[in-house]
């Protein structure tokens, strides 16, 4: 196989293959990671705001000042 002008044996196309699908992969679950620790994040900052605990920490730093 010719690639930019050099022969490559097929087995490392083969190789080559494995090792970027290999990256890929662990791309794909670094970001499936971080996106759940976003889900869970928002999720709690919701489950604050639905039972009034910022509201409750500005009325008590609205007393103060």
């Known amino acids: 196989m010719e690639i930019f002008g050099f022969i490559l044996p097929l087995w490392t196309v083969f190789l080559g293959v494995i090792v970027i699908a290999i990256v890929a992969w662990k791309l794909i679950k670094f970001a499936i990671k971080i996106l759940l620790i976003l889900v869970v994040f928002f999720a709690v900052l919701i489950g604050l705001d639905l039972f ?8 008590l730093l609205s007393g103060f000042i």
């Open 52 to 59: 009034h605990v910022f509201d409750t920490i500005q009325q």
